[in-house]
């Protein structure tokens, strides 16, 4: 079965980029059938989809987010990343990876999600 | 498209039903999918297309509407129902409800 985990920086500062990786097991980002997104959670709030990214490596972005974010695949290492430029406070939050079908953007399978705290 | 859960909170006993809205602001057709999430847990996908459940989701969780009103409802709530659920649109982008807390009542 599919898996997907997260990792990456637990704290990063204002002004910095938050950098997160997801590794995939159990199946292939190489999958014309999938896409792989990124959800976020700030502390006792709801979920914010930032973006998803295809193995061909077309990209769609939150447009509150768009100027900020990038998002790639790495084939070899079966992973795809997130890169979030010029963090403040307001970014804190449980970050997720998750995976969908083309078909269709809900979101069929969710990694753990990992915490980034923004605070210098 | 906003997303407009309701209610916030809704109290319910272990063996009764519970009914769960979801309106978006504008037309979605079915592209609707309902998740499950409990504390410190990833969200789970129940539901998608409005009423087809997701692989391995017990039958008493089911998905209805079209438009812009959306149900979820749990026949008998089981211990294990009680979490948080969100709605979330897929026809103009993703987005998600504010969710519902299902309680113990």
């Known amino acids: 079965q599919l898996q997907l985990q997260e990792s990456g920086p637990g704290l990063v500062k204002p002004s910095e980029t938050l950098s997160l990786t997801c590794s995939i097991s159990g199946g292939s980002i190489s999958s014309d059938n999938n896409y792989w997104a990124w959800i976020r959670q700030p502390p006792g709030k709801g979920l914010e989809w930032i973006g998803h990214?295809?193995?061909?490596?077309?990209?769609f972005y939150n447009s509150s987010l768009k100027s900020r974010v990038t998002m790639s695949v790495d084939t070899p290492n079966n992973q795809f990343s997130l890169r979030l430029y010029s963090v403040t406070a307001e970014d804190t939050a449980v970050y997720f990876c998750?995976?969908?079908?083309?078909?269709?953007?809900?979101?069929?399978?969710w990694g753990q999600g990992t915490a980034v705290t923004v605070s210098s | 498209i906003v997303m407009t859960q309701s209610p916030a909170t809704l109290s319910v006993s272990p063996g009764e039903r519970a009914t769960l809205s979801c309106r978006a602001s504008q037309s979605v057709n079915v592209n609707l999918a309902w998740y499950q999430q409990k504390p410190g847990q990833a969200p789970r996908l129940l539901i998608y297309?409005?009423?087809t459940r997701a692989t391995g989701v017990p039958a008493r969780f089911s998905g209805s509407g079209s438009g812009t009103e959306f149900t979820l409802t749990i026949s008998s709530l089981q211990s294990e129902d009680f979490a948080l659920y969100y709605c979330q649109q897929y026809i103009n982008w993703l987005t998600f409800g504010g969710g519902t807390k299902v309680e113990i009542k």
């Open positions: 990214v295809y193995y061909s490596g077309s990209t």
């Open positions: 297309g409005a009423s």
């Open positions: 998750a995976v969908g079908y083309s078909s269709g953007w809900f979101l069929y399978n």
